[in-house]
């Protein structure tokens, strides 16, 4: 059984940082990529990063590049998203998800449709 079973989040001032994990199991975790989309309240999920977990090769959404930083580690078959200088826009719920490796990730990231198995959410609230 495929599982993405995810952790973190929570409520943080702004300017603040979270980090959110993503431990997977029930497949072959270097054959597959994940990504980190998000949905805030009235508005539809968005795409914050994809990363290879074979090469590690991470792709940003404009709006977090510089400040969100995506890591794989394969020993743990868990994927991190480490937010840095959140702010009120972040707030969301975030959501991992998991698709085959394909050869160009960047023509897949934004595609939640692509994406084969995802986690259960969990809540970043970004407030003073």
């Known amino acids: 059984e495929v599982q993405l079973v995810q952790s973190g989040g929570g409520l943080v001032h702004p300017g603040g940082s979270l980090r959110l994990s993503c431990t997977a199991s029930g497949f072959t975790f270097d054959e597959y990529s994940m990504g980190w989309f998000r949905q805030a309240p009235g508005k539809g999920r968005e795409v914050v990063s994809c990363i290879s977990n074979k090469d590690k090769s991470a792709i940003y959404a404009a709006s977090v590049e510089g400040r969100f930083t995506s890591s794989s580690d394969s020993a743990k078959q868990t994927v991190y998203l480490q937010m840095d200088g959140l702010n009120a826009e972040d707030t969301a719920v975030y959501y991992c998800?998991?698709?085959?490796?394909?050869?160009?990730?960047?023509?897949?990231?934004?595609?939640?449709?692509?994406?084969?198995?995802w986690g259960q959410g969990t809540q970043v609230t970004v407030s003073a």
């Open positions: 998800a998991a698709l085959p490796r394909v050869s160009n990730l960047y023509t897949v990231c934004s595609r939640a449709s692509e994406f084969h198995y």
